[in-house]
């Protein structure tokens, strides 16, 4: 059995480690509420513009003569995997990093034995990963997330779009944790480019053929809105990995506090039965000691 010192080092210990996952438990729940309120705002803009989109490349049948909705095999793919810059979130980042080599060895794997899948990562957990496993990244940009705002991503955004428009890749794959709540986050690998007519729509009766008055034409407005759209869409899926990394920590620290507290317990109850041990012993050498004296 453990001295009643190692004990209470460890003891001491746990306690340490308790203090700092219960901080880092309130943190989290600070940063988690604003980056929700930030999805919860922009998700409403998203969909009502993916709507409008929808409704109106269905109108006028113009997709599929458009730059950003090239048809034809894809030989090169782009992933763009967005993960955290910081670790101590449970399976957050894991989740991600499995799902884009399960995508890569199962449904490209031809393309990627030709040296034609590459990935661009978001955040410092991903890059580090792909980096050392000795995948192509191509680009990575750790501090988009640190101060993450629409202006600061746009040229990201821009620059992926424009390496499509110019055919340096054929399909841009988006990988990361959408959120749910606090305890939930959901796995989501969609593709980015090429545009589809139901990436605008997430159900077919949601189309209502409204008459639409535009100007200058129809086909200016919807080249346009694409692009527009592409960039908010790319950014809802930063603030949904953002929101879910929040609360992936916060449950991960919440989880760990409550472990913490449970072994702090059973050590307790340990030392005490090692010191009644301890003080039992005592007396026993003490009487034993007296009765020796008194023969």
């Known amino acids: 059995m453990s001295s009643l010192k190692d004990i209470r080092t460890r003891i001491s ?6 203090q700092i996952t219960s901080a880092m438990k ?3 729940a600070a940063k988690l509420k604003k980056a929700q ?4 705002n922009l998700r409403p803009y998203a969909h ?3 709507e409008i989109l929808s409704n109106i490349t269905k109108s006028v049948n113009i997709i599929e003569d458009n730059i950003y909705a090239r048809s034809g095999y894809p030989e090169r793919i782009l992933f763009v995997v967005i993960s955290s810059n910081k670790g101590l979130c449970g399976a957050f980042n894991m989740n991600v990093i499995k799902e884009t080599i399960r995508l890569i060895n199962e449904e490209y794997s031809g393309e990627n034995e030709a040296g034609n899948v590459e990935i661009l990562t978001i ?7 792909f980096t050392k496993k000795g995948f192509k990244v191509i680009d990575s940009d750790n501090e988009l997330l640190e101060k993450l705002c629409f202006d600061h991503a746009t040229p990201l955004i821009e620059k992926i779009i424009e390496s499509y428009v110019n055919k340096a890749y054929d399909k841009v794959m988006l990988i990361y944790n ?8 959901l796995l989501i690998s969609q593709q980015f480019l090429p545009v589809e007519i139901n990436y605008f729509e997430e159900e077919e009766d949601s189309f209502v053929n409204f008459d639409y008055i535009m100007e200058p034409d129809q086909e200016y407005i919807v080249k346009n809105l694409i692009p527009k759209s592409l960039k908010l869409n790319f950014y809802e899926a930063l603030l949904e990995s953002l929101a879910a990394e929040h609360g992936a920590r916060m449950t991960a620290m919440h989880k760990a506090t409550d472990n913490a507290t449970t072994l702090i317990k059973e050590l307790q109850l340990t030392y005490n039965k090692a010191r009644q041990a301890s003080i039992t012993n005592e007396i026993s050498e003490i009487v034993g000691g007296a009765e020796a004296l008194n023969k």
Do not use: E
């Open 123 to 129: 955040g410092k957990a991903a890059t580090d990963y």
């Open 13 to 18: 210990s746990v306690k340490s480690t308790r």
């Open 37 to 40: 309120d930030s999805v919860i």
């Open 178 to 185: 959408r959120f749910k709540n606090a305890a939930v986050q």
């Open 26 to 28: 309130m943190v989290s």
């Open 48 to 50: 009502k513009l993916n």
